[in-house]
Every structure is written in structure tokens, then in C-alpha cells.
């Protein structure tokens, strides 16, 4: 199974949410259309202006938390 950490930017209100997940285009889907509740609802319609993908979920962890906040 491949993990994507992802970089949805809201341009409505200019901001950059740093995720990860096994089905990105279900995550966006999720964000942008099925959610009722979350603290991504709001900014939406998002927009994926980054992806990097990992072998295994560890990995997407420590990148979530290091290289990806300096696009944010």
C-alpha cells in the first residue's frame, strides 16, 4: 500500500492544511465535499499543490511533521 503525504492549499482564505493518507483522491473528495464536520470544512474547495508518496505510513508521519511545514 503506497501513502501520500499531501499539501491541500483553501484559497478562499489562504490557507495550507498538511495531511496524509492512503487514497488521496478520496481524502480530497472527503475534504472538499463530504465532510459535516472537521477543522478542514470550512476553507474549502481545496486544492492539492503538493503529494510525495512513502512505502510505509512511518515514514509519512515523520514528513508530515518536518518538511512538509515549510510549505505551510
Known amino acids: 500500500m503506497i501513502f501520500h503525504v499531501y499539501a491541500p492549499y483553501g484559497p478562499s482564505f489562504n ?16 475534504h472538499n465535499q463530504l ?4 477543522r478542514t470544512i470550512k476553507f474549502e474547495p481545496w486544492i492539492i499543490i503538493h503529494q510525495e508518496p512513502f512505502q510505509y505510513k512511518r515514514e509519512c508521519n515523520a514528513t508530515q511533521h518536518l518538511e512538509f511545514r515549510q510549505i505551510a
Not at 465532510?35 to 472537521?38: E, L, N, V
Open 15 to 30: 490557507k495550507i492544511y498538511i495531511g496524509y493518507t492512503s487514497d488521496l483522491e478520496a481524502r480530497l473528495l472527503s
Open 35 to 38: 465532510s459535516t464536520k472537521g
